[in-house]
């Protein structure tokens, strides 16, 4: 999870990524172990969470309208993966708040090339997380199908009924979860391609640019009129520098050509425009 820069009211959530943290990141590599027999007794031991879950949890059970049945196996999963899928959420939209602002600051964004790769590994890290959710939570959708069918007489069909499909909607919800991360990746992946396509166009502003000072000066530069003419336009002599009285011949001829070319520059530019 990535540190919160978001200052709007909706997402003034806790700060999971304390400040002492310089990379502004930090990983939950969530365990969690579970034991069930069938006297009705279930234990789920979680490691490595965030430090708000226990306290979420117990939140979470006291507000339940109605006692878990500890007789399924999978009862204790369903308010333990609303908080997991909770923290998803969080994760992937405060992944989603740096790209917005790389989006509104698109004028800097060629000096912010190594940001956008971290913000972008955290994105790809984000999808490839969800991604295995879904799988994990399609794999215990089958065996709590399972289950049911094998002890159809140890829960009635309306309590099986809802428990799957409270199973479905929470897989739903990480897919679209998924999509949204996807969103951010794609996202990121524009505004690179286009700090890039910006920082080629300033580049090829720049040669255009050395190109029209090498059309203005080409002319005056390498056109050699004492070659053309025989002309000498100073002399060093007894008396000093003298200029030929014939040093207008060099101006006659170099400005008119300078203007053709630059002239002829321009029309290519343009038609190649």
Known sequence: MVRNISDEPYDRGPEYVPYTHTKGYIWFEIGIFTRWDSSGKCQILCVDTPFDLPDKLEASFKKRPSVLNFADPFAMYIDLIDLIINYYDLSVWRIRNPVRKLEENRPY???LFKLMHDISRHAIHTSEILSATIKTFEEMLKSQTKVYNESPDAYDKTYQEQAKEYMKFQIQVVKSLKLRSDSNQQRLENEVNLAFNNIAKQDNMV?????????????????????LFGTAFFNFGDDGWKVSTGFWIYWVVTVPITVMVIFAFRIWMVCTA
Not at 207 to 227: C, D, G, H
């Open 207 to 227: 040669m255009k640019s050395i190109a029209v000072l090498t059309m203005v000066f080409f002319p005056a530069t390498f056109l050699s009129l004492q070659a």
């Open 109 to 111: 964004a060629g000096h």
